[in-house]
């Protein structure tokens, strides 16, 4: 079975650019959340999709903003890029309705604003 | 009270000794608590996790120590390998919710031969 993919894996955007990342969950698995990460915060919610609905959203301004698809890929939007912006942007699935509670995570896209 | 509290912020080892980590939180609804474990340029994979009717679950190596009214919670993997190398982070979800993790911020474990 295929893993979490995301593209693209490394991008460099420049200070008030925009940029969308893509997230293909596990065969199966209806549910995507998108973490980001840094050194100095670690890992932090963005939000959450599920059956194409946002279920839960985490501390992020407005700029960030994600959708999801009928066939359950999801993408997320940066907009009017800040240097802060930079990070590790991870997408994770899992299969609703399992005990397990597992996020199975793909690689992650690192974004790099100058 | 969302904050999940993790030490320590890096650990080096010998291989075959015990390496401990260790959680604290406040929010009392939370009832599921993972452990992940990051290898340079993975992403976090799932490596044991635990929910609050139990104190202690071990799997092989690895072992979570939970204490409920402490509200913290620990890894300790035994017998720790130079394989074991990576960051580990804690995290902790309330009920129906655990796509929202919160994470710790992280112990970079280095075992040395």
């Known amino acids: 079975k295929a893993g979490v993919t995301q593209t693209p894996r490394y991008l460099i955007k420049t200070r008030g650019q925009q940029v969308t990342l893509s997230c293909s969950p596990i065969?199966?698995?209806?549910?995507v959340s998108w973490y980001q990460q840094t050194p100095g915060q670690g890992l932090q919610f963005l939000f959450e999709?599920?059956?194409?609905?946002?279920?839960n959203k985490g501390n992020f301004p407005g700029r960030f903003s994600g959708r999801q698809f009928s066939n359950s890929r999801s993408e997320m939007n940066v907009s009017t890029l800040e240097l802060g912006d930079s990070a590790l942007y991870l997408c994770?699935?899992?299969?609703?309705?399992?005990?397990?509670?597992?996020?199975?995570f793909g690689e992650g896209s690192r974004l790099t604003v100058l | 009270q969302q904050q999940v509290k993790q030490s320590p912020q890096s650990l080096i080892v010998q291989k075959g000794g015990i390496s401990i980590i260790n959680c604290a939180y406040e929010?009392?609804?939370?009832?599921?608590f993972p452990w992940y474990q990051q290898f340079p340029g993975k992403g976090p994979a799932l490596l044991i996790a635990?929910?609050?009717?139990?104190s202690e679950k071990k799997e092989g190596r690895f072992t979570i120590s939970f204490n409920k009214s402490a509200k913290q919670f620990s890894l300790h993997i035994m017998d720790s390998q130079p394989g074991d190398s990576a960051t580990y982070f804690c995290?902790?979800?309330?009920?129906?919710?655990?796509?929202?993790?919160?994470f710790g911020t992280g112990t970079r474990l280095q075992v040395f031969p």
């Open positions: 994770a699935s899992s299969f609703v309705g399992a005990d397990t509670g597992e996020l199975f």
């Open positions: 065969s199966g698995h209806r549910s």
């Open positions: 999709y599920f059956s194409e609905t946002q279920r």
């Open positions: 929010n009392t609804a939370f009832d599921y």
């Open positions: 635990i929910r609050p009717d139990v």
């Open positions: 995290a902790a979800a309330i009920p129906h919710n655990t796509d929202k993790l919160i």
